[in-house]
């Protein structure tokens, strides 16, 4: 149990463009998802947290407008990267808390982003 | 943002050694949490400590929750070659959702 999914697990695209990336909890409703964005050879950095039905909260420093987070359903969020550039290419990850008292987070496998 | 102090960054060890590896903070945590990282692959939780002092085992894995509440250790005992990955610890202060997390362990196991 406990799984969450990405999609799609790598994308390449040009400058300019946007991309969207989907997570989605398969087996188990979530409340809350995460985004991540991880550099190569270093840690995940948090870069919002989505409430479903609600507004994204995003942290200091993330461009809100640029990164758009869509949490529709308690299975699903999606992450949309606006007007891409080579420097937001990276590895996206989110993670998914289980309704309910518990703290733990499932992570899905990643979304390696690569902007020409 | 934050980040908890982990170390070491990298160990090259041989098959069958013992390793250990810590995070520490200069500020308090409710919640100590042990991921493993394979490459081009999400985090997968090793085990969570949720309470000064805890020691929890997971198969050949052991981690304990520092009684001070900021810090964390994480022992694997007879390394085997499918130990190789990257190990990060994460703590979560009380009442919030959000996870910081370590830089990093880089393990590599020589068969």
């Known amino acids: 149990g406990a799984v969450v999914s990405q999609h799609p697990s790598w994308v390449i695209c040009k400058s300019g463009t946007s991309v969207k990336i989907e997570c989605r909890s398969l087996d188990f409703q979530a409340t809350t998802m995460f985004w991540y964005r991880q550099f190569p050879k270093q840690s995940l950095m948090l870069m919002a947290t989505?409430?479903?039905?609600?507004?994204?909260?995003?942290e200091q420093g993330v461009e809100k407008d640029k990164f758009l987070i869509n949490h529709a359903s308690l299975t699903l969020s999606t992450l949309t990267v606006t007007s891409a550039h080579p420097e937001d290419s990276s590895f996206y990850i989110c993670s998914a808390k289980i309704a309910g008292p518990w703290d733990e987070q499932f992570f899905g496998p990643g979304t390696r982003l690569t902007v020409l | 943002g934050q980040q908890l102090n982990q170390s070491p960054q990298s160990m090259f060890i041989q098959e069958g050694e013992d390793v250990s590896m810590n995070c520490t903070s200069s500020s308090i945590f409710n919640t100590w949490l042990w991921y493993k990282q394979d490459p081009g692959e999400g985090p997968v939780l090793l085990i969570a400590?949720?309470?000064?002092?805890e020691l929890t085992s997971n198969g050949r894995l052991t981690a304990q929750f520092g009684i001070t509440r900021k810090d964390s250790f994480l022992n694997i005992s007879a390394s085997i070659p499918s130990d190789v990955g990257i190990y990060f610890c994460a703590g979560q202060r009380g009442g919030s959702e959000k996870l910081v997390f370590g830089k990093g362990t880089k393990l590599t196991v020589n068969p």
């Open positions: 989505s409430n479903e039905g609600s507004k994204a909260t995003y």
């Open positions: 400590l949720y309470k000064a002092g």
